[in-house]
């Protein structure tokens, strides 16, 4: 069980160069089952209108997924392209975008061989967050990353991230980090209104744990 850091309200405001990072599955989509089909995909209630709300604040969106079924055979990646594409489509109902999704294929104990890997993209990993640094010019000391895993909040600490824990999906019982988010916050559209408020931010963030 993660536990509350003792400040009363860390700021989890983002930065001009920031950006908010998403987790998919119990953040934006609802976990359930695991989503091998579009037709599994389902959003989170007030999922769409809260990302919009960050897409009016100018506030770039990019989602950071581990897809390890794709190692394990549940799913192509494909497949993953298509319920993607759902999603996005979902979203855009609402007036909602993303502005870029990074998935890791790869397990470390894939029936796929191809996607045989101990990554460093995998969460808690952070490569998928350098790369979002790297090709979108994201300051991560700027930006937020919100998640229901503590392997969600444990990349984003190591990227030097502020982070929300939701209580939504795994809610930061999956067991598989001890960590201490910035914040734990009921779902998205109660993360987004603390996102909003704490924006702008001027923060800066004291340097990432060694081996970040
Ligand atoms: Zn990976």
């Given at each position: 069980?993660?536990?509350?850091r ?11 160069h ?9 953040v934006i ?7 091998n089909?579009?037709d599994?995909?389902?959003l ?46 979902d979203?855009?109902?609402?007036s909602?975008?993303?502005?870029a ?40 000391r ?32 999956d067991?598989?980090?001890?960590v201490?988010p ?31």
């Amino acid at each position: 069980m993660p536990r509350r850091r003792e400040t009363a309200h860390a700021d989890v405001g983002v930065g001009p160069h920031g950006a908010v990072f998403l987790d998919r599955d119990g953040v934006i989509t609802t976990q359930g089952t695991h989503v091998n089909r579009p037709d599994d995909l389902e959003l989170v209630d007030g999922a769409g209108p809260a990302i919009a709300r960050l897409n009016r604040a100018g506030i770039r969106v990019v989602v950071v997924t581990n897809q390890g079924g794709i190692a394990l055979g549940h799913l192509t990646e494909e497949t993953l392209g298509a319920i993607h594409d759902r999603m996005r489509r979902d979203l855009a109902r609402d007036s909602a975008r993303v502005d870029a999704i990074y998935y890791c294929p790869h397990h470390e104990r894939a029936t796929v061989t191809a996607y045989l890997a101990e990554c460093s993209c995998r969460k808690p990993g952070t490569a998928m967050l350098e790369r979002a640094r790297d090709e979108l010019g994201i300051d991560l000391r700027e930006s937020v990353i919100v998640g229901d895993s503590t392997s969600d909040i444990l990349a984003g600490i190591r990227a030097g991230c502020a982070t929300i824990l939701v209580r939504t999906g795994f809610g930061g019982e999956d067991g598989k980090c001890t960590v201490e988010p910035d914040a734990i916050i009921d779902n998205l559209p109660a993360a987004v209104d603390r996102i909003l408020v704490d924006r702008p931010t001027t923060r800066a963030r004291t340097a990432a744990a060694p081996g970040a």
